[in-house]
DNA sequence: CTCGGCCACTAACATAGGTTAACTTCCAAG
DNA sequence: CTTGGAAGTTAACCTATGTTAGTGGCCGAG
C-alpha cells in the first residue's frame, strides 16, 4: 500500500512519523476524516469562543490561528498541509482563537467522536495525537522567545526559517524557497509589527541579500544569513534532522 | 476522603477539576508521583536538551521555564503550585527548555513509566493529563498575542493579573495581591524588555495606582485599570469564572 | 474600458525602549 | 560592625519602531 493511499493523513504522517505506524493504524488514522472542503477565498472557518464538536486537518495551502482584539489581527501560529489545525479543541472543547484560511485552502473535519474512540482503543495512535498538540506548544514556545528576544527583522527571518523548514518535513519546500501567499500586513501580524515598518524591513532583507519575498515567493538568498538573523535552531521542531537549512 | 490526602496533586485537582474524579483515580494521580524535593536556593533543575524519564510537578513555590540564548534569559512560562512544569517531556523525551526554580520550591517526580500506564488503562484520567499540556498551549498563545500587542506596561500588567488568576484558581492568591519571589530582572525576561525598562515600568504602574511590585510582594491597587492595561481576559484559562478579577 | 479597493511602498515626525554608566539600598557572610 | 554583592534606581543619549499621511500599481467587478 502506497502512502498516497492516505491522501488526508499523507502529509500529517510524513511530518511526525516519530514511530511508525502499521497500515492498520494509518487507516484508522484517515478514517478520522468525515468531509472535506475547500475554500477559495479568504475565510473564518472557526471563531473564538465556538464550542467544536470537531477537529480539522490542514490538507493543501495555508492557515492561520489569529486573535482579534480591538481591531487589531494577531497571528499566534502558522499552519502548514498535515498539521492537525486544532486538535486542542477535543478536549478544550471551546477555541480561545479563530482559524482563518489564508489563500485557496483544503481542509478536513475529523468528528470527537470518531476520535474518541481511537482515544480509548489506540494508545500509539492516542499518542502520536497527543505528540501533534505538544509540538504546536513547543513552536508556541519559540515564538514567544523569538518575541522576547529578536527585533523585527530576526523575527522574520525566524518565521521564514521555521516555515522552510516545517513545508521541507513534508515535501513542499523549494531548493531555495517556497510559495507563502501571505501579504506584507498578515508577516506584521505574526511578528508583532506594524505593515509600514514590515514593508521597511521587508526591503531591507531583499537589500542585504538575506531572503526576497515578493508576490507570495519567498527566495532564500542566503541560508547562514537567514538562520544567523533569526536565530534558528531547529531543534524545537523534532524532526528528523534539518534538510535544507544544513 | 477529605482533598488534605492528597498532598502532592490537590492544587492540580483544584485547577482544572473540569470531570470530578472518583477517590479512586484520585489516588492513582498522586500515586504518579514518585519522590518529592525541595529546592532552597535558585536551582536549574532540568536543563534544554535533556532526555527525560520523569515529569514534575510543582507542590509548592514557582518555577520559569527558560531559554537561554547568547547570554540572555527568556522565560516562557512561569509555573503555580498544582502545575505539571514538563508533562509533555513524557511524549517529546528531549526538552526544549531549562526549568528553573524560583525562590524556595518543592517538587514532586513522576515517573513516566507510571504515568505510561495510566494512560492505558484510565481514559478520564489520561484525557485530565491531555487537558493539561493543552492548557499549557493557551497560555503560551495568550502570551504571544500579548508580546505582539502590548508595550511593556500592558505586559507586566497582564502577567501579574493572569498570576493573580491563576493563584486564585488554587486558593494561594490574597484579598488584593500575592507574594512572587520575583526580581525585576525577572520579570523583564518574561515580558522581553530589560531590567532597566522593567524599573521604568515598574515605577510607573506603582504612581498610576495600578498596581505596587516590591519585596517579593505584588499589591494590586486598581483591579480595572490592571485588567484594561494588560487586555486581560481570564477566558482562555478556561478556568470556572474569574474570582479576583470580577 | 474604468472604477474601486487592496496591496506595496515612501516620507516626516514622534516616542517607547535599548544602552551605558552611575549611585543607592539592602542584606548576608565574616 | 564591616564588607561585598545583588537588587533596585536614575540619568543621558540613541535607535528601532509606531503614527500619520500620502503615493502608485495591480486586478477583479461591473
Redesign the pocket.
Known sequence: MTEEAFPYTRRFLQGRSRDALSDREKGLLEGLVDKVERFTA?HTILNRGDVVDQSTILIEGTVARVIHEDGKRHIVALHVPGDFVDLHGFALKRLDHDVVSIGSVQIGFAPHDRIQKILETEPTLARMLWYSTLLDAAMHREWIMKLER??????LAHLVAELWQRLDFVDLAGENGFSLP???????DAC????????????KL?ETGVVD????QVTVLDKTLLKELGAFDPAYLYGRGPLKLT
Not at 529578536?150 to 523575527?155: E, M, P, T, W
Not at 501571505?182 to 506584521?188: F, G, P
Not at 508583532?192 to 526591503?203: A, C, D, Q
Open positions: 479568504p529578536l527585533s523585527a527583522d530576526g523575527r501571505l501579504t506584507q500586513q498578515e508577516l506584521a508583532g509589527t506594524t505593515s509600514i515598518h514590515m514593508n521597511r524591513v521587508v526591503k531583499r519575498i515578493s508576490r507570495g
